[in-house]
Structures are given as structure tokens and as C-alpha cells.
């Protein structure tokens, strides 16, 4: 349920009251009405309109006078749940008028949805949108109906929600790209480099030979870059065909493990399987999964000093969970959700330990493309539990 805050600012207690009753309770039943205004107005797809308003709420906030509500959208700006729309009384003697509160609000808050109220028609659009600094406002006449104020209030508060989703999505295609270019520059500056150490230094074939390794190690990585975006863009897009067999988890597991044990034992750290039966099959993609398990298992290995890392797998009613734990630097609570971001990492680690902050997003995906989700349990300086569960196959 999204609950959306919206302020009114009117001295008469009888209207404030109204304003409560009309928008606190209305119960949303007429949605297909709301959705066709939704269109109409934003010119949205269809399914993103109708999901913001299925999931619509109000709290009302009341001021009786100008300062007072300016005073109000400046608390609610710095505690960081501010009021979508404002319905401002044109005249409220003898404090300051509705149009010099409006402005006063918008310095504090631009993205607030200004509605003007008013009995009397004594001032044109123009006049009004000049008061209040070009700002974009709505025309509320007294006295209105409840239906014109709930679509005014439910038109408005869904275009103030849009908005602010763009903006989010916005934010990220900016970090994304950042990063994107941050992944890319790095291994090309080291195989330039190195090119040009080899065109311009004479040395012997061995050296020679350290630093082509050094180029075709940074060319995979880039190569392993690419392969990940794609396989992540074909999984958000669904065009990614996930061949699914049965097969038996158990050996999955062991098969990963004899992958993985070589790096796990140059780090002198174990790296176990713990059986809750012998065989445990189930019904999903094995290659994507195997994949899975070694995102995990690797980042288990490449976060862990000392200990090591236990994968189980056990049945738990109709279905086999399987978890990667280890006993590495753990993951902040506060990090938890946005490390299956794509490209992100958790910025205390970035620096020491290369990686380009993609295995979990694809790991997320692919579990989710078998219907169920990846949860983690951390606790920094103690170690990180991440888990899936899928259905056991009959
Ligand atoms: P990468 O490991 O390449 O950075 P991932 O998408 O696999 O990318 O992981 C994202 C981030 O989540 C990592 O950078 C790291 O900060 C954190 N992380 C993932 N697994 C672990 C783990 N087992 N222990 C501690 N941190 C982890």
C-alpha cells in the first residue's frame, strides 16, 4: 500500500474536517473511472497507471494557517516523507494569504503539487501563476464536490509518484553508466599500458610471455563483462531460453566444488558440501544454476580470510534449500538490498577485492526465473548466509 501525504491549509476547522472525512475515508472502488483519468492526463501504459493506483492511501495533514503549513512542509522535507499535493486556501485573514504561502511552500519543497482553493474568482490564472513564480498549480472552487477533490487528490498524487520514479530511474541510468565506463577503463588502461611496455622495452621471451598474460587476463575479464550483461539483459527481457530437466542437486554441488577447490585451497580456506541426503533432484535449468552456485561460492571464497565455506543442501518439506555460507567480512544490514544491484559493491571491499558487482544481480535473476529468490543473512565480521530454495522434482 503506498501511502501518499498531502497537506491542507485552510482557517475554517468545519472545511479542515471535510478535507479529513472525504479523503481519509474514501474507500477506492471506482478505480477503472481513475484509471482512464490516469491515461488521459499522463499518457502512461496502462499497467503502470493501474498499479500506482491500486495501491493508493492518504494521510491527511491540517494547518489552519499559512506559516503554520510552511512550517509543516519543511519538517516533512527534512524527515524525508514529503506531501505530494498541498490544497491551499486563497484567503485565510488574518495571516498571510494562500498565494504567498504557495510560494513560500514551493522554496522549500518544488516538487509539491500546488492546488489553489478559493470561493471567489477574483484573480486570473496568469496573476496567479506569476505570485507563486511560474510554479504549476491546479484550481480547486469553492464549494466543491468529494468526487472533484478525490480525482484532484488522485490525479495529482499520481503524477507527483511518477515523477519521482523517473527521477530514481534517472539516478541509476547515471550510476549505471558511470560504472559501466569505470569497468571498461580499467582493463583497457592495463592493456594499453602493457602494449606499450612490449612495443618500446627490450626484454626476454619469459617476461615477454608475464606481461601477454597480463593482456589476455584483462581481455577475459572485459570478455566476462560483456557475457554478463547479456545474459542479465536476457533475463530481465525473458528471452533467455532456461532448458529445464531434472537433475540431482547433490552433484551439481560437487561438481562446483571440485571446480572451486583449487582457488579455496590457495586461500587456505575450506570449502565443504553438506548433504541432507544423498540425492536431492529438482526441476530447473542446471547449467544457469550451476552458475549460481559458483557466483556464490566464489564470492564466498573471495570475501573469507580465514574458515571457509559451507555449502548444504537439505530437504525442507517439498523443496531442497541449498546455501552458500562462509565466515568472511559479512554484509552490512544497511547494504543487503542493494548488493543485487547491477554493478554495485559494497564500497569498504571494492577497492581491495576486483569483481564488477554483477554475479549477484544474475544470480537473483536466475533464481527467479525458477520462481523463487535469493535471501542473505550477514553479519559483519562474522560471515554471510545466502540461500534459495527450489521444488524437489516428484
Ligand atoms: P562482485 O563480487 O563481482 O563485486 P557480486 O554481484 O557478486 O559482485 O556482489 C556484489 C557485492 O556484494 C560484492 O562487491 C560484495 O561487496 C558483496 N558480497 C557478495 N557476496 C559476499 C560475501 N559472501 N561476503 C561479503 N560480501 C559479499
Redesign the pocket.
Known amino acids: 500500500m503506498k501511502l501518499s501525504r498531502i497537506l491542507v491549509i485552510d482557517d475554517e476547522p468545519e472545511i479542515r474536517k471535510s478535507y479529513h472525512k472525504i479523503l481519509s475515508n474514501y474507500d477506492h472502488d471506482d478505480s477503472d473511472d481513475l484509471e482512464d483519468l490516469a491515461r488521459d492526463l499522463f499518457e502512461e501504459p496502462e499497467d503502470f497507471s493501474a498499479s500506482l493506483l491500486e495501491e493508493h492511501h492518504f494521510e491527511v495533514v491540517t494547518a489552519a494557517q499559512g506559516l503554520e503549513g510552511v512550517g509543516l512542509v519543511k519538517q516533512s522535507v527534512a524527515r524525508k516523507s514529503p506531501f505530494s499535493v498541498a490544497f491551499i486556501d486563497m484567503r485565510m485573514p488574518p495571516g498571510m494569504d494562500g498565494l504567498e504561502t504557495a510560494k513560500q511552500i514551493i522554496e522549500k519543497d518544488p516538487n509539491i503539487e500546488i492546488v489553489i482553493v478559493t470561493a471567489y474568482a477574483d484573480r486570473s490564472r496568469k496573476s496567479i501563476s506569476e505570485a507563486i513564480g511560474g510554479h504549476r498549480f491546479f484550481y480547486l472552487k469553492k464549494p466543491f464536490d468529494s468526487d472533484e477533490l478525490i480525482q484532484l487528490a488522485e490525479g495529482l498524487t499520481l503524477r507527483w509518484h511518477m515523477t519521482r520514479e523517473r527521477e530514481v530511474f534517472e539516478e541509476e541510468k547515471r550510476i549505471f553508466i558511470s560504472n559501466m565506463s569505470h569497468e571498461l577503463r580499467q582493463p583497457l588502461q592495463v592493456i594499453l599500458g602493457v602494449c606499450e611496455t612490449l612495443r618500446t622495452c627490450e626484454m626476454e621471451a619469459s617476461r615477454r610471455e608475464a606481461f601477454l598474460l597480463d593482456i589476455e587476463t584483462e581481455a577475459r575479464r572485459l570478455r566476462q563483462l560483456a557475457e554478463g550483461f547479456r545474459t542479465i539483459q536476457q533475463l530481465e527481457e525473458d528471452t533467455l531460453i532456461l532448458p529445464f530437466t531434472n537433475f540431482d542437486m547433490n552433484k551439481a554441488v560437487d561438481n562446483v566444488i571440485r571446480l572451486l577447490g583449487k582457488e579455496a585451497f590457495q586461500k587456505k580456506l575450506y570449502l565443504e558440501h553438506e548433504k541432507g541426503s544423498d540425492s536431492l533432484h529438482v526441476a530447473g535449468d542446471e547449467n544457469s544454476l550451476t552458475q549460481v552456485l559458483i ?1 556464490l561460492i566464489v ?2 571464497i ?2 573469507t580470510k580465514e574458515g571457509g565455506v559451507t555449502v548444504q543442501t537439505q530437504v525442507d518439506g517439498d523443496h531442497v534449500e541449498v546455501s552458500v555460507s ?1 565466515t ?4 552490512p544490514e544497511s547494504e543487503q538490498e542493494a ?1 543485487f544491484k547491477k554493478f ?3 564500497p569498504q ?2 577497492i581491495k577485492i576486483r ?7 544474475i544470480a537473483m535473476e536466475v533464481v527467479q526465473a525458477h520462481g523463487s529468490v535469493i535471501e542473505v543473512e ?1 553479519t559483519p565480521g562474522e560471515g ?1 548466509r ?1 540461500s534459495f530454495r527450489l521444488p524437489l522434482s516428484k
Open positions: 557466483n564470492n564466498g573471495h570475501y562462509d568472511g567480512v559479512g554484509i548488493i554495485y559493491r559494497v571491499y571494492a569483481g564488477h558487482g554483477l554475479g549477484l544481480t550477514s554471510s545466502f
